[in-house]
């Protein structure tokens, strides 16, 4: 019982990690730090469904309940689970991003003199 939980939490810390550092500046204040930590939170929490679903297909392939099918259908069922609730959650994280205020790029913008 105790790697599902390892698996959780080490896909969800490389969540983190890889969202914090390549998503793009988001607005400074209130909104864009809580859509910031929104973006963050279910891109995480979908790698995490990702790394549970993928540990769930390995234990059911190696060890198959009887009377569920063949090693195929275990396969095909557990990659559709993994596209429904990890797509689902990095499509929500999706739409905050592109929701979210971006920073303004006005300090980076070169100037125009003359």
């Not at 959780?8 to 909104?31: I, K, N, Q, Y």
């Amino acid at each position: 019982m105790l790697i599902p939980v390892l698996i959780f939490f080490a896909c969800f810390v490389g969540g983190v990690m890889s969202a914090a550092r390549w998503l793009p500046d988001m607005a400074p204040g209130p909104v864009g730090g809580l859509a910031f930590f929104a973006v963050v939170g279910l891109f995480s929490a979908a790698l995490s469904m990702a790394g549970l679903h993928a540990y769930s297909i390995i234990n059911e392939l190696t060890n198959p309940p009887p009377g569920l099918g063949s090693k195929a259908e275990l396969l095909a069922g557990g990659l559709r689970n993994i596209l429904f609730d990890a797509g689902t959650l990095m499509a929500f994280a999706g739409i905050v991003f592109l929701l979210a205020p971006m920073a303004d790029d006005e300090a980076n913008a070169p100037q125009h003199t003359g």
